[in-house]
């Protein structure tokens, strides 16, 4: 016995230090850009030169980074609520749709993140360039659409099989059309996971690199403003500054959204009040609960 606790023991001390590992090589190479974002030198390495903010003041009144902010912004927005919508439709017909056509649907929206971007951006352009309109915006959109779908489909599809059967189950006894089950019912017990999925796709519409590289036009998006000034030297401390502003910003996003996500997972197992009675359907179809 204690032979089996001290090798349990063992084994969990290995184990400890293993994460601790992945955590320093994951996130160490992360936390050095803040830090040399505030250091006085262009140059990246110890010991550092002395505090400043002047990087940070380099960012305002640059309009070529303005330019690639509201770009990345305008299609980060069209490509998540893109992405959301299609995200819910997948979802809902792949849990309540029982035909096989909308399980393979839905595992062919979640294939993109198993793809390389490479391989998805090259693909991308050939379609845009048949179809007419080439690398622009539109094409940007639709790749970042496709990239951040996988996203979407699986918080949404993990919120939608939260919810009880029995709630859609008794409107539909209750005389109400699929139609309007799915607007009166679901969606509002859903809107916490879809506001989460419209933030997620949002940050990886935003952050996403490879896709836009290839479908670029003449309007470049953030991440290859960043990579463009990447080839000179002098400008690492104005991107390690804008590094630190995005990765603060995308951390409260993604954070917001899965708080929200937890919110809406644990409204659901909450019971029901008992003094809430069956729900009784209007004359147009729709639900309302009345108290006992």
């Known amino acids: ?160 099989a939260a919810i009880p059967k029995t709630i859609r189950e008794a409107a539909l006894d209750l005389g109400a059309s699929d139609w309007t089950t799915f607007r009166r019912v679901m969606l509002p017990l859903s809107l916490p996971a879809i506001i989460s999925a419209f933030m997620l796709a949002f940050l990886t519409s935003f952050d996403e690199f490879i896709v836009a590289f290839f479908l670029a036009g003449t309007e470049p998006t953030l991440p290859l403003y960043i990579w463009s000034q990447l080839r000179s030297p002098k400008s690492l401390p104005t991107v390690m500054a804008l590094g630190t502003a995005i990765l603060a910003v995308s951390f409260v996003i993604a954070a917001l959204a899965e708080i929200l996500r937890h919110r809406g997972l644990a409204a659901t197992r909450r019971p029901a009040p008992a003094s809430l009675s069956k729900p009784e359907e209007t004359e147009r179809g729709e639900l309302q609960w009345h108290s006992t």
């Open 1 to 160: 016995m204690n032979t089996a606790r001290l090798d349990a023991k063992q084994g969990g001390g290995w184990l400890g230090a293993y994460v601790l590992a992945y955590l320093v090589f994951l996130y160490l190479p992360i936390l050095l850009i803040p830090l040399f974002s505030f250091n006085n030198s262009i140059q990246a390495a110890f010991p550092l030169q002395g505090f400043t903010l002047e990087w940070y003041g380099t960012l305002v009144g640059n309009s070529a980074l303005s330019g690639a902010l509201a770009t990345s912004l305008v299609i980060g927005a069209i490509a998540a609520t893109g992405a959301t919508l299609c995200g819910i439709t997948v979802s809902y017909m792949d849990l309540y749709g029982r035909s096989p056509l909308a399980a393979t649907i839905s595992a062919i929206a979640r294939l993109p993140i198993l793809i390389p971007g490479v391989i998805v951006g090259i693909s991308l352009l050939i379609l845009v360039n048949l179809a007419g309109f080439g690398p622009s915006r539109i094409a940007i959109v639709l790749g970042h659409v496709l990239v951040a779908l996988p996203t979407t489909v699986v918080v949404m599809r993990s919120r939608f």
